[in-house]
T-cell receptor
């Protein structure tokens, strides 16, 4: 199974700033996903990160707020821009390999 | 639209006993995959078990087994011999195949399991 390293594991950020989360996979994978998990809630898909093209965003999520990069088949970043307290969540990177989804350790973001 | 339903927001079980976490799903696809994940308080998502829609046998992984009833569209997780370390949030998920041939995963709302000593 794919091994995913996600950084940072947690951060506390000021309103109005941005946080960039990195996701590194130990093998080449076609599909990478970014999820948000608000406190006490389930996982909500933000976007699917495609190598060499723009990410595909889900309804309610826009590129200006959640820009994503996918420079190669082993790496992706998610930036959460113009932070507000409502952005306080766990953000999770995931990859699909042989039809199964594997997750990074998650990034716990608190906006103050 | 495809959907996953977990009707138990919270469950308690005595240590060493078995517990069943419910999951029902709704899909019109013939081919799909069902998953269970464990999320401890640290936030990571730990893969537990997988069941393919064409698998005739129920999946098992150590103390975890999946009670797959296709006609009823249910995929309940059974944890045998519960341990204190099993206390966590548990999510049922389904893999949806998109028209592009890519995947998307849909998650239920989760069940918080507390194992009592």
């Amino acid at each position: 199974s794919a091994v995913i390293s996600q950084k940072p594991s947690r951060d506390i950020c000021q309103r109005g700033t941005s946080l960039t989360i990195q996701c590194q996979v130990d093998s080449q994978v076609t599909m990478m996903f970014w999820y948000r998990q608000q406190p006490g809630q389930s996982l909500t898909l933000i976007a699917t990160a495609n190598q060499g093209s723009e990410a595909t965003y889900e309804s309610g999520f826009v590129i200006d707020k959640f820009p994503i990069s996918r420079p190669n088949l082993t790496f992706s970043t998610l930036t959460v821009s113009n932070l507000s307290p409502e952005d306080s969540s766990i953000y999770l990177c995931s990859v699909a390999e042989a039809g199964e989804a594997f997750f990074g350790q998650g990034t716990r973001l608190t906006v103050v | 639209a495809q959907k996953i339903t977990q009707t138990q927001p919270g469950m308690f079980v005595q240590e060493k006993e078995a517990v069943t976490l419910d999951c029902t799903y709704d899909t019109s696809d013939q081919s799909y995959g069902l998953f269970w994940y464990k999320q401890p308080s640290s936030g990571e998502m730990i893969f537990l078990i997988y069941q393919g829609s064409y698998d005739e046998q129920n999946a098992t992984e150590g103390r975890y087994s999946l009670n797959f009833q296709k006609a009823r569209k249910s995929a309940n997780l059974v944890i045998s011999a519960s341990q204190l370390g099993d206390s966590a949030m548990y999510f049922c998920a389904m893999r949806e195949v998109l028209t592009s041939g890519t995947y998307k995963y849909i998650f239920g709302t989760g069940t918080r399991l507390k194992v009592l000593a």
